[in-house]
């Protein structure tokens, strides 16, 4: 299991532990202060996008060690505030069964990366007590929210597995989980800044993806699914291949696959991946 899971998962998954969509709702406040981190601003603690420049710096001038620095400073105080974790279609449709009030949202990296309008960039999903005042944060919540039943909320989601956007779970104030993401390479900062600086704000799944060759028939269905560059087709072959290492275990090649050439395993049955997260 990985580390949120041995902390926070009471034996399980921590994001299919109902505790962690159990926050409280409101907080006693002292009189003329105002809530600081996460629990102030669900987005306080940003997606990463603030190291980048920093980053950026660290790798021009070639000092590793600033860079390393630079990592683990941000993600000593990102775990306890605000991070990620990608989780496959079938976990995120229990999720739905979970938790409550659901109500879709728009993206602020397609917002701002994008520039795209509100009205076409309800891809996020709220989540949990927090969002019956989510009034108090117009630049979170820009353009407003619209509540939806679990089954609308699930619909929505297969519609956005089925355009290939990878699904994630973020929390806001750890452990509490607060939204659901539909995420793309380079839109999604936490998904660029996991591949192009390997900033581990967002983890990789409990699964990976393996090919069965002797399914596969190369018909390319997989092809521009994958979101983390871990997919390709052999020339020699002309068979799909996967780079564990590499693979975050989204699920979006399994489901592209007509002849069920792909499958997800766990990731702790393979040694050298157990603890890639």
């Known amino acids: 299991m990985c580390w949120v899971c041995e902390k926070y998962g009471n034996g399980e998954k921590w994001y299919l532990n109902p505790e962690n969509y159990a926050r409280r709702l409101y907080k006693v406040r002292k009189e003329g202060k105002e809530s600081a981190g996460a629990d102030a601003d669900p987005q306080a603690a940003g997606m990463g996008a603030g190291v980048v420049a920093e980053l950026v710096k660290a790798r021009i001038s070639g000092d590793q060690e600033w860079e390393d620095e630079i990592k683990r400073d941000a993600l000593e105080q990102a775990y ?4 990620g ?3 496959t279609l079938d976990e995120y449709l229990q999720i739905l069964d979970i938790a409550y009030p659901l109500a879709k949202m728009t993206c602020g990296c397609r917002r701002v990366q994008r520039g795209m309008p509100d009205e076409e960039n309800f891809t996020c999903m709220g989540i949990g ?3 019956y005042k989510w009034e108090r944060w117009p630049e979170t919540y820009h353009g407003g929210v619209e509540f939806v039943t679990t089954e609308e909320a699930k619909e929505w989601a297969m519609m956005n597995h089925k355009e290939g956007r990878v699904q994630t779970v973020d929390v806001f104030g750890t452990p509490y989980i607060g939204g659901l993401c539909q995420c793309e390479y380079p839109g999604c900062v936490a998904v660029r800044n996991r591949i192009d600086y390997d900033f581990k704000f967002l983890l990789k799944g409990h699964t990976v993806a393996k090919v069965d060759r002797a399914k596969c028939t190369g018909c390319k269905s997989c092809l521009g699914r994958c979101q983390f560059k871990a997919l390709n087709l052999e020339v020699y072959t002309s068979k799909a291949y996967i ?4 693979c975050f275990g989204c699920g979006l090649c399994v489901t592209a696959c ?3 050439a792909i499958e997800l395993i766990d990731r702790q049955s393979m040694p050298g991946l157990a603890e890639n997260w």
Do not use: C, L
């Open 80 to 83: 306890q505030t605000h991070f």
């Open 85 to 87: 974790q990608v989780v």
């Open 243 to 246: 780079d564990m290492d590499q």
């Open 258 to 260: 007509p002849s069920e």
């Open 129 to 131: 007590p927090g969002m």
